[in-house]
């Protein structure tokens, strides 16, 4: 089982729409939870952190975070063509404290 | 603002040849981290730094190795390079270990290295 797992996709959203993306992770000790968006041959720059259970709200992003059933999510409103990228859910863990670890990514895709 | 700086941004070497990275992390940031991403998959922990120490390993080849210097710069090294080490590498800072709360993490633009 990987430490942290998202559905590859591709997520097919209509623009406007409200894009869902998901995330577990195994770790119980985890403490720090990111969201990553990375177009194809770009670096990943960080959309969200979120550090205790509930949501945290930035601009048209929402992060919800659930400690108790290690989870993680991230919410798009109003999306966007520009929105269409993969999007990268990374976990630190209390273990490994000076490294985040990456899932495998979710690509969405905003249809106009 | 200053940016993490990778250089160079490609590199083609062949086979058994020997490359060398070089990551210029964000001013005051002390910790940097090396990630390896091969297409279509995700970024890969190499090995991390914090004041100039090794903090963390990750699946960091032994033919790779790296450092980070008195000026918080950091090279990664790669020696005997094979056609799977062709990949994406990317450099990130940050101003402290990742686990404490607020420390974010910043990339750089990456280094893309071909092995032919």
């Known amino acids: 089982q990987k430490e942290v797992e998202q559905n590859s996709g591709p997520l097919s959203v209509p623009e406007g729409a409200i894009a869902s993306l998901n995330c577990t992770y195994s770790?119980?000790?985890?403490?720090?939870f990111f969201w990553y968006r990375q177009y194809s041959g770009k670096s990943p720059e960080l959309i969200m952190s979120?550090?205790?259970?509930g949501d945290k709200e930035d601009g048209r992003f929402t992060a919800q975070l659930n400690k108790a059933s290690q989870y993680v999510s991230l919410l798009i409103r109003d999306s966007q063509p520009s929105d269409s990228a993969t999007y990268l859910c990374a976990v630190c863990t209390e273990s490994s404290a000076s490294k985040i670890i990456f899932g495998s990514g979710t690509r969405l895709s905003i249809r106009p | 603002a200053a940016g993490v700086i990778q250089s160079p941004r490609h590199l083609i070497k062949e086979k058994r040849e020997t490359a060398t990275l070089k990551c210029y992390p964000i001013p005051r940031h002390d910790t940097v981290y090396w990630y390896q991403q091969g297409p279509g998959q995700d970024p890969q922990f190499l090995i991390s730094f914090y004041e100039k120490m090794q903090s963390d390993k990750g699946s960091i080849p032994d033919r790779f190795s790296a450092q980070q210097f008195s000026d918080y710069h950091s090279e990664l090294n790669m020696s005997s390079l094979e056609l799977g080490d062709s990949a994406l590498y990317f450099c990130?800072?940050?101003?402290?270990?990742?686990?404490?709360?607020?420390?974010?993490?910043?990339f750089g633009e990456g280094s893309w290295l071909t092995v032919v």
């Open positions: 990130a800072s940050s101003l402290g270990t990742a686990i404490l709360s607020g420390n974010t993490i910043y």
């Open positions: 979120i550090y205790s259970n």
């Open positions: 770790d119980r000790g985890s403490q720090s």
